[in-house]
Antibody, heavy 121, light 110 residues
Framework: QVQLVESGGGVVQPGTSLRLSCAAS????????MHWVRQAPGKGLEWVAV????????YYGDSVKGRFTISRDNSKNTLYLQANSLTTEDTALYYC??????????????WGRGTLVTVSS | QSVLTQPPSASGSPGQSVTISCTGTSSDVGHYNYVSWYQQYPGKAPKILIY???KRPSGVPYRFSGSKSGNTASLTVSGLQAEDEADYYCSSYAGSNNLLFGGGTKLTVL
């Protein structure tokens, strides 16, 4: 079964850190770029980060640059997001996403269900 | 980080057509043909409807179509059905390995 399953969310205090995980199954994980996209409660989607299929290249959205780190372990079919110096603005449902159906780029045809991060004192 | 501009709401009666706009700039929507559209139901993950401006993934009904003119992309839903009531988001590649999303449009089927 082709799927992405996120985990690692929770309630944390401002200034602390959290590591999110995304377990992939049913497709050749090591062949595809992987992304994190987040959605604050009641708000729109925001692209967070991307990592190339081999992990060599990583890029970030402006709001998380310097605080978040995306990584992957292709031997474990798992994507990670290390989120540091969290603020209340980072409260959101975090999705991992990718596209596996074509050679096109920068769209997502496979999404997880998301993991909720709540930053609150 | 800029956001693409979408109308917050749109509506139409069953059977009608509705078009949702997505306005960016000459650095994103106007420059790249990497515009996508997603449908999202409450409590669910987004679902791809359109990619590369006007391409429909397998399984997406022909009622959904995409286009682009200048800095504005559009999603048209023809033959509206009750099940089309959802939130719709556009996205566009913005260069330098950066992706932008629109603020979302809530589509109501009257």
């Amino acid at each position: 079964q082709v799927q992405l399953v996120e985990s690692g969310g929770g309630v944390v205090q401002p200034g602390t850190s959290l590591r999110l995980s995304c377990a992939a199954s049913g497709f050749s994980f090591s062949s595809y770029a992987m992304h994190w996209v987040r959605q604050a409660p009641g708000k729109g989607l925001e692209w967070v980060a991307v990592i190339w299929y081999d992990g060599r290249n990583k890029y970030y959205g402006d709001s998380v640059k310097g605080r978040f780190t995306i990584s992957r372990d292709n031997s474990k079919n798992t994507l990670y997001l290390q989120a540091n110096s969290l603020t209340t603005e980072d409260t959101a449902l975090y999705y991992c996403a990718t596209q596996i159906s074509s050679q096109a780029d920068w769209y997502f045809d496979l999404w997880g269900r998301g993991t909720l991060v709540t930053v609150s004192s | 980080q800029s956001v693409l501009t979408q109308p917050p709401s749109a509506s139409g009666s069953p059977g009608q057509s509705v078009t949702i706009s997505c306005t960016g700039t000459s650095s994103d929507v106007g420059h790249y043909n990497y515009v996508s559209w997603y449908q999202q139901y409450p409590g669910k993950a987004p679902k791809i409807l359109i990619y590369e401006v006007n391409k429909r993934p397998s399984g997406v009904p022909y009622r959904f179509s995409g286009s682009k003119s200048g800095n504005t992309a559009s999603l048209t839903v023809s033959g509206l059905q009750a099940e089309d009531e959802a939130d719709y988001y556009c996205s566009s590649y913005a260069g330098s390995n950066n992706l932008l999303f629109g603020g979302g449009t809530k589509l109501t089927v009257l």
